[in-house]
């Protein structure tokens, strides 16, 4: 018997390590270049708002194929040269070969198992479908309390749980958790949660800023949001540790709470398609449309793919946390 936290660990882990996950989904930087071009120019924003350091870590957590951030790069030496020469590429990735993959577009880099081993000093931090990725735990409404559910022979199974209150996101209305029907499924974010309170205090203490995005609703509510993708089609979760990818449902407010009661600023989340709506992402691919005629059909198809409510723009959202001292960023309505 098995937390879910440390099957979903030890399954992701596996996954990773042995798979070509773009074999089972797409992200959207596989889906248009100007997804990383934009997150770029956030970050040289930031940059120049934080006073243009002359060293500054631009990193990013589980980079994939390093489609992103090769994209981000291009379009900073492009629109901000002097950003360029001062970042220090650092990436968070514990997936062997996919450090390779990233090797080859993003040879200058430098690699970590984790966030908190990032070297110090003002941090940009870009993460795409990172947080989802990470263990979660669930708990089910049995009588007057919880339980919580454990995986045995690729099932689930419930048992005594270690907290005696429900630990729902701090978004979430606790006094309501009490009262919730029996069999009611709610979920924790057991490693993002605490990662979030690293990270905020750090950029307190250091400086800078992090753009996390992710799926997962504003308001998020009780329910099983535990999913593997095979081949692009849902597959059970349970049954076959390493062979699909395992995602669950980023609680926004709770990460929100986490890095506020850390003292940073907090901005959104706001869906995705307004996020990049408001970065830019029609005008620029308009222009790339003019450039490449051959390719306009294709370029205007991804950026609608990547915005549309009923394609990834609503579902997906952007978060940013921030130095409590720096001004409102791009992309977050005032
Ligand atoms: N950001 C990329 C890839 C998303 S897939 C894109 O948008 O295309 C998730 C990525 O996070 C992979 O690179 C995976 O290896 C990495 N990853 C997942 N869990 C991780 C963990 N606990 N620590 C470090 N990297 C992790």
């Given at each position: 018997?098995?937390?879910?936290?440390?099957?979903?660990?030890?399954?992701?882990?596996?996954?990773?390590?042995?798979?070509?996950?773009?074999?089972?989904f797409t992200t959207a930087p596989e889906i248009s270049q100007v997804f990383g071009e934009l997150l770029g120019l956030w970050a040289a924003e930031l940059w120049m708002a934080m006073?243009?350091?002359?060293?500054?870590?631009?990193?990013?957590?589980?980079p994939g194929r390093g489609t992103l951030?090769?994209?981000?790069?291009?379009?900073i030496r492009q629109a901000a040269p002097a950003f360029g020469r001062a970042l220090r590429l650092h990436l968070v990735e514990t997936s062997p070969r996919l450090r390779a993959a990233q090797a080859e577009k993003?040879?200058?880099?430098?690699?970590?198992?984790?966030?908190?081993?990032?070297?110090p000093g003002p941090l940009l931090l870009l993460a795409n479908e990172f947080f989802d990725a990470l263990p979660i735990r669930q708990f089910v409404r049995r009588g007057q309390g919880w339980t919580e559910r454990f995986v045995e022979r690729g099932r689930f199974v419930e048992g005594p749980s270690s907290l005696s209150a429900p630990v729902c996101g701090a978004g979430r209305d606790e006094a309501g958790e009490a009262t919730r029907p029996e069999g009611t499924i709610v979920e924790y974010p057991q490693a993002a949660r605490p990662l979030?309170?690293?990270?905020?205090?750090?950029?307190?203490?250091?400086?800078?800023?992090?753009?996390?995005?992710?799926?997962?609703?504003?308001?998020?509510?009780?329910?099983?949001?535990?999913?593997?993708?095979?081949?692009?089609?849902?597959?059970?979760?349970?049954a076959d540790p390493g062979g699909a990818d395992l995602t669950a449902h980023v609680d926004f407010p709770a990460l929100a709470a986490a890095a506020r009661a850390a003292g940073a600023a907090v901005f959104g989340p706001v869906p995705q398609g307004l996020?990049?709506?408001?970065?830019?992402l029609f005008q620029r691919t308009g222009r790339l449309a003019r450039q490449n005629p051959a390719r306009a059909a294709s370029l205007r198809n991804a950026a609608a793919r990547l915005a549309e409510p009923d394609q990834m723009g609503r579902l997906?959202?952007?978060?940013?946390?921030?130095?409590?001292a720096l001004p409102h960023p791009s992309g977050f309505a005032a």
């Amino acid at each position: 018997m098995e937390r879910l936290d440390a099957f979903m660990a030890r399954a992701n882990a596996a996954y990773y390590a042995s798979r070509d996950p773009f074999a089972d989904f797409t992200t959207a930087p596989e889906i248009s270049q100007v997804f990383g071009e934009l997150l770029g120019l956030w970050a040289a924003e930031l940059w120049m708002a934080m006073g243009e350091p002359g060293a500054v870590v631009l990193a990013e957590a589980g980079p994939g194929r390093g489609t992103l951030m090769a994209d981000a790069l291009r379009a900073i030496r492009q629109a901000a040269p002097a950003f360029g020469r001062a970042l220090r590429l650092h990436l968070v990735e514990t997936s062997p070969r996919l450090r390779a993959a990233q090797a080859e577009k993003l040879p200058e880099a430098a690699w970590h198992d984790r966030i908190e081993d990032l070297p110090p000093g003002p941090l940009l931090l870009l993460a795409n479908e990172f947080f989802d990725a990470l263990p979660i735990r669930q708990f089910v409404r049995r009588g007057q309390g919880w339980t919580e559910r454990f995986v045995e022979r690729g099932r689930f199974v419930e048992g005594p749980s270690s907290l005696s209150a429900p630990v729902c996101g701090a978004g979430r209305d606790e006094a309501g958790e009490a009262t919730r029907p029996e069999g009611t499924i709610v979920e924790y974010p057991q490693a993002a949660r605490p990662l979030v309170s690293t990270l905020a205090a750090r950029l307190v203490e250091q400086g800078g800023a992090a753009l996390l995005l992710d799926y997962g609703p504003e308001r998020p509510g009780p329910g099983d949001s535990l999913q593997a993708l095979r081949a692009g089609r849902p597959a059970d979760p349970l049954a076959d540790p390493g062979g699909a990818d395992l995602t669950a449902h980023v609680d926004f407010p709770a990460l929100a709470a986490a890095a506020r009661a850390a003292g940073a600023a907090v901005f959104g989340p706001v869906p995705q398609g307004l996020f990049l709506a408001r970065l830019g992402l029609f005008q620029r691919t308009g222009r790339l449309a003019r450039q490449n005629p051959a390719r306009a059909a294709s370029l205007r198809n991804a950026a609608a793919r990547l915005a549309e409510p009923d394609q990834m723009g609503r579902l997906f959202k952007a978060m940013a946390i921030c130095h409590p001292a720096l001004p409102h960023p791009s992309g977050f309505a005032a």
